[in-house]
């Protein structure tokens, strides 16, 4: 008999980027839990490939194009959801962009709107609408909501080349920690994800690098690189009613590269 706070039938998720990475490898872990799921993503022939991948689990899914950048396009969004599946249980901000991986100096405004606009205003205009409508459900009597970010090793360690993005990424852990204290009293959490290095589309140009994997993997414990499936457990855990009081912390997944 699997344990009963880990079955999320009749719960609803929304990953934003949920179409393929970290995203998607969330996204299934939660439809083999039992949850309802809606992935957001920008690439519509992405989107496509990963709904035909998560009705296989037997739940009911959804996907959208949405560029998280543009908050009318995230409200629009967020309604077509609630249109679609009544109610949004947990929110999983994770849609991002990788810096422009100039030297610091030569990063343009336009370089730091795109990194700024989608990893941070991005995620702050998706957790506005969750946590709204988490709050009126509360209001109404229905106290449950999972506000979950993902962040990045970036945001402890120092990433050169990248501080637009890791600037992203330490304000997501402030902003979850901040809404851990505001919507607790709606039976809302909020806590964030820290992925280290990850074998996903964004690492990509990076992890092709012999260069760079030798001297990575070297510092990696469990010697490889994470898979978007390493992150299917912690989102079932943090949607569950195991995680009822566990609020305003940091998820490390890196296989023990900070510690090393």
Known sequence: MSYAPFDLSGRVALITGGNAGIGLGMAEGLAQAGADVCIWGTNEARNAEALEQLRQHGTRVAALRCDVSDRAAVEHSFAATLEQFGRVDGCFANAGVMSVQL?????????????????????????????????????????????????????VSGLARGEDYAATKGALLSVMRGLCVEYARHGVTANSIVPGWIETAMTGPLLASDK?????????????????????????YLMSGASAHHTGDCFTIDGGYHNF
């Open 103 to 155: 030297p610091f100096h030569e990063m343009t405004e336009a370089d730091l709107d795109r990194t700024f606009g989608v990893n941070l205003k991005g995620a702050l205009f998706t957790l506005q609408c969750a946590a709204r409508h988490m709050k009126q459900r509360a209001e109404a009597g229905d106290a449950f909501g999972r506000l979950v970010a993902t962040s990045s090793l970036s945001a």
């Open 212 to 236: 760079f994997v030798a001297a990575v993997k070297a510092r990696i414990p469990q010697r490889r690189f994470g898979k978007p499936r390493d992150f299917a457990g912690i989102a079932v």
